[in-house]
């Protein structure tokens, strides 16, 4: 899975800057404690917009613990709460729906307070919901700048540790989607109009 992830997430990255490009408004730099990626956005229409953002998972590799990192895309539509201008400033606050999927690490079993725990690998695919609530800060340029938090709901679905004769899978709650809901999202976002 690791071999295929460092080729999946530069194809995912790239299918994103190349989709035509009359129904992008911007693409952008993803950067936040949960991992960087990728995202563009779609133009507003009657106060609602869409994003889709691909990401590289960190949890677990920015300590040491694992070696490859996961990835993540979340398609999420948002709806333009208020908006205020301040000179050449325009702030847009937003919140919304979205779905996330991915192959990531869990927050582990014991939270890393026995040893069983603290070297256990809960790799596995993650299937959540998610919310998302925000801030743009558009300087009537090119760049804009893009605060926000997001929380997911869902489940992670792994190997069973405790089973080595079959495949038995494990099931249960994503708990790194909500443990990182305090994890700031910056996204730098580059105008293409």
């Not at 606050?93 to 690490?105: D, E, K």
Request: proline fraction near 4%.
């Amino acid at each position: 899975m690791h071999g295929k992830l460092h080729i999946a997430l530069p194809l995912i990255i790239l299918s994103l800057v190349w989709a035509p490009s009359a129904a992008q408004e911007s693409i952008g730099v993803f950067n936040s404690l949960k991992g960087i990626g990728a995202t563009v956005r779609l133009p507003e229409n009657d106060g609602v917009f869409h994003t889709a953002t691909a990401f590289v998972d960190i949890y677990g590799v920015a300590t040491s613990r694992c070696s490859n990192p996961g990835l993540r895309f979340n398609v999420s539509r948002q709806y333009v709460l208020s908006r205020v201008q301040k000179g050449d400033v325009h702030l847009s606050f937003y919140a919304g729906p979205g779905v996330t999927l991915g192959y990531v690490r869990d927050h582990d079993k014991g939270f890393g307070i026995d040893l069983k725990s603290l070297f256990s690998d809960n790799e596995g695919a993650v299937a959540a919901i998610s919310g998302d609530a925000g801030c743009r800060f558009d300087f009537g340029g090119s760049v804009a700048l893009d605060i926000s938090f997001a929380s997911d709901l869902g489940i992670h679905i792994r190997k069973n540790e405790d089973e080595r004769e079959y495949f038995a899978p494990s099931v249960s709650i994503y708990n790194n989607g909500w443990m990182q809901w305090l994890y700031p999202q910056l996204t730098i976002l580059f105008k293409l109009r």
